[in-house]
């Protein structure tokens, strides 16, 4: 009798999950607003994005729901996202950039008050799909989008508006934000500019593109996972905090996990042939737009490859805090592995200060094939340190090629220059070079090169309270693994060749 009312119960709980389901799958085909019913040809020719909007008015005018694209390729200009839409792309559908001369983009909208940050971050509706203060949208899909006609501007600070198509999603001010499972192929000056967002989730996404991939500016309560950015003309994953929104605002609450950046030739992610005969930008950058800084971030399980290493800048008055990163590993490193600078270039209203930068731990990482330029790189300004960072458990292999004239390079101070080591020149350190810093922890930390390098390992200038516990350093014959000048409280342990070296 058990065991008939076990099958009963169980033939129940069956026969009502395949109703829920039937009749879920049976109200979301209902919600569906197929864009071929407004209009939409899918032919690559026929311009495709009025009968797009139509459809997602409709959705709107009916309280929301699933706007869809069978498969087809869409031409189209800009595309106007509304409150409680999914637009999902279907396996084969493509939204494809209109050509300029079409005219099919908005046009950039005014800028009230003084543009502090770049021409790229300040307008929006020139896009290929653009939102402004919407609740509960979404782009989801094994579809793509294929920039086409989008163009990359290199518009300076304050100068516009920009009178082309140039990013391939835009959204401004919205909350509940979900990207989920497309692709965007040649995304323009930004695959995908957010700003100013919060509540959003950006999650097995696919960008292959010539400028910045994804920017997260002035956001918060962000998690970004499982995705794959190809950038070789400019940065990859790029969290910002620019003065977009007319006023300093912070980026926080922050998650990047189990991601790839790199810098292959633009497209060679998507056919698998990732090619480059010199590694492209790509990377994970914070800043350098910074004026509201960056509070509470984590980056978690990331490659680099065929491109630039991890960089923390914080040069525009804000405060960069309580930053952990672990679980990196790089190959084919171009100029620098890890970067963590302040600067006062300081791009705001008159009397901005210097930003601070404390509270940062980076662990577990690899990098192999890094470029003789810099190593490890952590610097402050002159009475302005950078505080409190932890290096733990890193392995770097440099290519080497260091010269005796590099080691006694006296290297720049950053002050208001643009925050690239490329810019300020050779370090006179093959490993790792610090200054203005207080509070600097060094544990199991083995630095090394595949050529002889001339230069000493360690370099450090005013360091107040230095660390170290297990560092290999490997060491050209002859060269002083490492060199300290105006360094401070200093503890080494279990670092043969450290040991004896007393802080002058």
Same mark, same amino acid.
Request: hydrophobic share 40%; with cysteine.
């Given at each position: 009798?058990?065991?008939?009312?076990?099958?009963?119960?169980?033939?129940?709980?069956?026969?009502?999950?395949?109703?829920?389901?039937?009749?879920? =799958?049976?109200?979301?085909?209902?919600?569906?607003?197929?864009?071929?019913?407004?209009?939409?040809?899918?032919?690559?020719?026929?311009?495709? /994005?009025?009968?797009?909007?139509? =459809?997602?008015?409709?959705?709107?005018?009916?309280?929301?729901?699933?706007?869809?694209?069978?498969?087809?390729?869409?031409?189209?200009?800009?595309?106007?996202?509304?409150?409680?839409?999914?637009?999902?792309?279907?396996?084969?559908?493509?939204?494809?950039?209109?050509?300029?001369?079409?005219?099919?983009?908005?046009?950039?909208?005014?800028?009230?008050?003084?543009?502090?940050?770049?021409?790229?971050?300040?307008?929006?509706?020139?896009?290929?799909?653009?939102?402004?203060?919407?609740?509960?949208?979404?782009?989801?899909?094994?579809?793509?989008?294929?920039?086409?006609?989008?163009?990359?501007?290199?518009?300076?600070?304050?100068?516009?508006?920009?009178?082309?198509?140039?990013?391939?999603? =835009?959204?401004?001010?919205?909350?509940?934000?979900?990207?989920?499972?497309?692709?965007?192929?040649?995304?323009?000056?930004?695959?995908?500019?957010?700003?100013?967002?919060?509540?959003?989730?950006?999650?097995?996404?696919?960008?292959?593109?010539?400028?910045?991939?994804?920017?997260?500016?002035?956001?918060?309560?962000?998690?970004?996972?499982?995705?794959?950015?190809?950038?070789?003309?400019?940065?990859?994953?790029?969290?910002?905090? /620019?003065?977009?929104?007319?006023?300093?605002?912070?980026?926080?609450?922050?998650?990047?996990?189990?991601?790839?950046?790199?810098?292959?030739?633009? $497209?060679?992610?998507?056919?698998?042939?990732?090619?480059?005969?010199?590694?492209?930008?790509?990377?994970?950058?914070? $800043?350098?737009?910074?004026?509201?800084?960056?509070?509470?971030?984590?980056?978690?399980?990331?490659?680099?490859?065929?491109?630039? $290493?991890?960089?923390?800048?914080?040069?525009?008055?804000?405060?960069?805090?309580?930053?952990?990163?672990?679980?990196?590993?790089?190959?084919?490193?171009?100029?620098?592995?890890?970067?963590?600078?302040?600067?006062?270039?300081?791009?705001?209203?008159?009397?901005?200060?210097?930003?601070?930068?404390?509270?940062?731990?980076? /662990?577990?990482?690899?990098?192999? $094939?890094?470029?003789?330029?810099?190593?490890?790189?952590?610097?402050?300004?002159?009475?302005?340190?950078?505080?409190?960072?932890?290096?733990?458990?890193?392995?770097?292999?440099?290519?080497?090629?260091?010269?005796?004239?590099?080691?006694?390079?006296?290297?720049?101070?950053?002050?208001?220059?643009?925050?690239?080591?490329?810019?300020?020149?050779?370090?006179?350190?093959?490993?790792?070079?610090?200054?203005?810093?207080?509070?600097?922890?060094?544990?199991?930390?083995?630095?090394?090169?595949?050529?002889?390098?001339?230069?000493?390992?360690?370099?450090?200038?005013?360091?107040?309270?230095?660390?170290?516990?297990?560092?290999?350093?490997?060491?050209?014959?002859?060269?002083?693994?490492?060199?300290?000048?105006?360094?401070?409280?200093?503890?080494?342990?279990? /670092?043969?060749?450290?040991?004896?070296?007393? =802080?002058?």
């Amino acid at each position: 009798m058990c065991r008939n009312l076990l099958a009963a119960t169980l033939m129940g709980a069956v026969f009502l999950l395949v109703t829920v389901s039937r009749s879920g =799958a049976a109200a979301a085909e209902r919600a569906a607003f197929n864009v071929r019913d407004f209009g939409a040809v899918g032919d690559g020719k026929a311009l495709d /994005s009025p009968a797009i909007d139509r =459809a997602i008015a409709t959705c709107a005018g009916a309280g929301g729901g699933t706007v869809y694209l069978p498969a087809g390729t869409y031409l189209s200009g800009s595309i106007h996202l509304t409150n409680n839409l999914n637009l999902f792309l279907d396996a084969g559908a493509v939204i494809l950039g209109a050509p300029q001369s079409l005219h099919a983009y908005d046009r950039a909208e005014p800028f009230e008050g003084t543009a502090y940050q770049d021409g790229g971050h300040t307008y929006f509706h020139n896009s290929l799909i653009w939102g402004e203060g919407l609740t509960n949208v979404s782009i989801t899909g094994p579809g793509m989008i294929k920039g086409g006609g989008l163009v990359k501007q290199d518009k300076g600070v304050g100068k516009g508006p920009m009178g082309q198509g140039d990013k391939a999603i =835009a959204l401004k001010l919205c909350r509940g934000v979900l990207f989920r499972d497309f692709t965007i192929f040649h995304g323009g000056h930004f695959a995908i500019l957010v700003t100013g967002c919060d509540n959003m989730t950006i999650d097995n996404v696919t960008m292959d593109t010539n400028r910045d991939g994804l920017d997260i500016d002035c956001c918060r309560n962000v998690m970004v996972s499982n995705c794959r950015i190809n950038s070789p003309g400019d940065d990859g994953l790029c969290p910002k905090s /620019s003065y977009a929104l007319g006023r300093p605002v912070i980026t926080e609450n922050l998650s990047i996990v189990n991601c790839q950046v790199s810098g292959f030739k633009e $497209g060679t992610l998507l056919d698998g042939t990732m090619q480059g005969n010199r590694p492209g930008t790509g990377r994970i950058k914070f $800043g350098t737009e910074s004026n509201g800084g960056f509070r509470n971030c984590t980056v978690a399980n990331c490659t680099f490859r065929m491109c630039k $290493g991890l960089a923390l800048e914080e040069v525009d008055g804000g405060t960069m805090e309580n930053i952990s990163i672990n679980n990196l590993t790089m190959i084919d490193i171009k100029d620098y592995p890890i970067y963590i600078t302040l600067g006062r270039r300081n791009r705001g209203p008159e009397g901005t200060p210097v930003g601070m930068a404390r509270n940062i731990s980076i /662990s577990n990482v690899i990098a192999t $094939g890094v470029d003789r330029m810099s190593g490890i790189q952590i610097t402050g300004l002159p009475g302005h340190e950078v505080e409190g960072v932890r290096l733990e458990n890193i392995r770097l292999v440099f290519k080497g090629g260091g010269t005796a004239k590099d080691a006694e390079r006296v290297f720049p101070e950053l002050d208001k220059g643009y925050p690239e080591p490329n810019k300020l020149g050779t370090t006179p350190a093959c490993g790792l070079f610090a200054r203005h810093v207080r509070g600097l922890e060094l544990a199991n930390i083995h630095l090394g090169f595949a050529n002889e390098d001339l230069r000493p390992v360690m370099v450090c200038e005013d360091v107040d309270g230095l660390e170290i516990d297990n560092l290999k350093a490997q060491a050209s014959a002859g060269v002083t693994a490492a060199r300290f000048k105006g360094v401070k409280n200093l503890a080494v342990r279990n /670092s043969p060749g450290l040991e004896g070296l007393m =802080a002058k």
